[in-house]
């Protein structure tokens, strides 16, 4: 995997876009690099993902340009279904994925840090969809997932404008939960999933579940997704660890250590 880096500290794995001279952009080559990082993940250890970019100027410039360039139509369909198939991959993927974003996240950046559960980032981070100044519309979900993160106004004034933001209005909009400094934005993420990790993991992964699905439904739809994944914690060795602490008063329940990694 030329282009990403994979190192996994206790139950967190974090996944490095490392192609710093090119700010990061997504080729082919990087995203099929994603593709298997993704797909080399042990589920059986590892319980939450943080995904950012090397250096400290850019998590990702977008798509390459260079190589879209010359794309045919054919071949813009095939790139965008690459692209569009790996953050899907990352939407849905079993465990919680952080993107901690340090820098530029434009186009194709922006859209993979809009595929993970929730994006924090570092004061210099700037997001937008350009896409539109380069006479092509958001190809990898943007035109999708920002307005249902931000508000249907808020993003097509962005995506129509192809006007870049930068890290405090990200915040007020609510594309970015927190925003650091760039010295403390890994140390902030892995603060974040190591506390992920520390939590039930059979649950864990049954709430992201549950928001996704639900997400895409209405009320009663989304009612009934929950109360199947709320059924299927229990007869978990978690659940009855758990509630069974609290109800000897022997232990604080938040502070057990979760062990469950069967029926995933
Ligand atoms: N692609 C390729 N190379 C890029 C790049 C990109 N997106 N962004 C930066 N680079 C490269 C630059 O070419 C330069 O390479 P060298 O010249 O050194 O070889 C190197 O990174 C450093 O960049 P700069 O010299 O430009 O650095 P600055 O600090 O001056 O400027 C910048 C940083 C981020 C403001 C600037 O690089 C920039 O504007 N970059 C482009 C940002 C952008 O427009 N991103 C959106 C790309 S469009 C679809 C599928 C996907 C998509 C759409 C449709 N379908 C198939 C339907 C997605 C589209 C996009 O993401």
Redesign the pocket.
């Known amino acids: 995997m030329g282009f990403v880096k994979y190192e996994v500290q206790d139950a967190v794995g974090i996944i490095t876009i490392d192609r710093e001279?090119?700010?990061n952009?997504?080729n082919s080559e990087v995203l099929d690099d994603l593709n298997a990082a993704f797909d080399n993940v042990d589920l059986d250890t590892v319980r939450c993902l943080i995904l950012t970019g090397a250096g400290d100027?850019?998590f990702v410039?977008?798509?390459?340009?260079?190589e879209?360039s010359t794309l045919t139509k054919a071949e813009?369909?095939a790139?965008?279904k690459k692209?569009n198939d790996l953050f899907l991959k990352i939407e849905s993927f079993p465990i919680p994925v952080i993107a901690a974003v340090n820098g530029?996240a434009?186009?194709?950046?922006c859209?993979i840090a809009m595929s993970c559960d929730f994006r924090i980032c570092s004061e210099n981070a700037m997001f937008g969809q350009?896409?539109v100044?380069?006479g092509?519309?958001?190809?990898?979900g943007g035109t999708q997932r920002l307005a249902r993160l931000v508000g249907m106004g808020m993003a097509k004034q962005m995506i129509y404008t192809a006007r870049n933001i930068k890290s405090d209005e990200a915040l007020r909009i609510g594309l970015v939960n927190q925003v650091v400094s760039s010295e403390e934005l890994l140390p902030t993420a892995k603060k974040i999933a190591s506390t992920i990790a520390m939590q039930a993991p059979i649950a864990v992964r049954a709430c992201k579940k549950a928001i996704n699905d639900g997400y895409q439904t209405d009320i009663n739809s989304g009612a009934a997704i929950e109360e199947k994944l709320f059924g299927s914690c229990f007869e978990t060795e978690d659940q009855r660890e758990g509630m069974g602490n609290f109800l000897k008063k022997k232990d604080d329940p938040t502070k057990v250590k979760h062990v469950a990694f069967q029926n995933k």
Do not use: V
């Open positions: 001279k090119a700010l952009a997504l100027k850019s410039a977008g798509a390459d340009i260079g879209m813009g369909e790139f965008g692209g530029f434009l186009g194709g950046g859209e350009p896409e100044g380069l092509i519309t958001p190809g990898f």
